[in-house]
């Protein structure tokens, strides 16, 4: 297995001072040539950050394809295989980076999309590298450590622990499904408790037999 780095953008200032408030601006940065790699990390140097109040500058790539019956069109993922978000938390000095998706295909475009509120100023310094291995087969992954999801707000719903648990992350605050959005079916094994009470007992003398346990 062969590793390597590619310089895809040289240190430049992306400043987006014109913009309106609650508007985006996208840069396209050209591409690179991937197709002898089998796995990629974006790494986003960030030489200086001028980004003030939510104004926030996302460095991504995108995947890309050329096509000779096509010359003239622009092949390319709409979703970034990888992305980083500079905002005005991000110190000086500071190295992000964030995996590439698999199958990310021969060819990466680098996007750089600034959005700009009220009277921010939404200017950064930058310069970006691919941290590139050669014949990487798309990964198998396990569950080494724990898993959390999170909700939008920031917090922490769900945990799928290394001791094989799927568990909430507090007692009796999240739910699984909705009223609206429901599972069809739940499978279970020896057990299913309902507030530590053996569920088919409840449904029993609640005279309900549509969950089978």
């Keep these: 297995m062969r590793s390597g780095l590619m310089e895809i ?3 430049r200032t992306f ?3 014109a913009l309106q408030s ?3 601006e996208t840069v396209v940065e050209g591409d690179a040539d991937l197709a002898e790699y ?3 990390t974006i790494a986003v140097r960030v030489h200086d950050n001028a980004i003030t109040g939510t104004s926030s500058i996302v460095v991504a790539v995108h995947s890309r394809s050329y096509s000779s019956d096509d010359p003239d069109t622009n092949f390319v993922a709409s979703t970034a295989s990888a992305s980083v978000t500079i905002d005005a938390g991000t110190a000086d000095g500071a190295l992000l980076v964030a995996g590439v998706l698999q199958g990310f295909g021969g060819c990466l475009e680098l996007r750089v999309t600034g959005t700009r509120n009220g009277s ?3 200017r950064a310094d930058i310069s970006v ?3 590139l291995r050669r014949g990487v087969a798309a990964p198998r992954r396990s569950l080494a450590d724990t898993l959390v999801v999170g909700n939008t707000t920031g917090g922490t719903d769900l945990v799928v622990t290394s001791g094989d648990e ?3 992350s507090s007692d009796d605050t999240t739910d699984v499904g909705t009223a609206a959005q429901r599972f069809r079916t739940v499978y ?3 057990s299913v408790l309902i507030n530590t009470h053996p569920a088919a007992k409840i449904l029993e003398a609640m005279q309900i037999s549509t969950l089978r346990i």
């Design 22 to 24: 609650g508007t985006s």
């Design 38 to 40: 089998g796995d990629a």
């Design 166 to 168: 799927l568990r909430p």
């Design 129 to 131: 590298e691919l941290v």
């Design 15 to 17: 400043d987006f001072a």
């Design 9 to 11: 953008l040289r240190k």
């Design 120 to 122: 921010d100023t939404c």
């Design 188 to 190: 279970a094994g020896t």
